[in-house]
């Protein structure tokens, strides 16, 4: 759509605002040289799937830790300490978590630059849920704070991969 159109009355819209807002500035982008394919050979006598040499391979994707967790959070356990839950669906999952080894102190340290002396973890068989507790990288409500209720640092942990989930 070009920036001139953008600019047009919406049909059957009576309010204030009338034209269309873009994510990018200028609205047009420069998609590079535009390429056609044809093909032009007549091909008798055989199946479609026989003119392509062809390989499938079984891929299990690679889970994540929401394949085993209904619940990945993070919290303050009060102004030193943060803290996460990893709450499982269900058994399978939990014994599946716990097997991984994922959830240990070396990964917490390198993730979050802490001493793994001082990072717990606990495995809650009984909550299908493992917590893992280490101390703030800033105090709750420093200067330097950028989340105050630790709400988003679980965020990092997100993306791992795990093998796949049961």
Known sequence: MSAASSHLPIADYDGLVSTLAYPYSPPETDRGPLYRFTLNHVATGITPTELFRTTTEDVRPMATLLDYCSLVRSKNAGPFTLTFDFMCHDQAAYDALVTTGLLNKD???????????QILV???PGALAVKVS????TVQGDLHDSDCYAGQQYAPLMDMELPPAP
Not at 107 to 117: C, E, I, K, M, S
């Open 134 to 137: 280490l101390p703030r990288p």
């Open 107 to 117: 990964l917490f340290a390198t993730v979050y630059g802490t001493d793994p002396d």
């Open 122 to 124: 606990v495995n809650h």
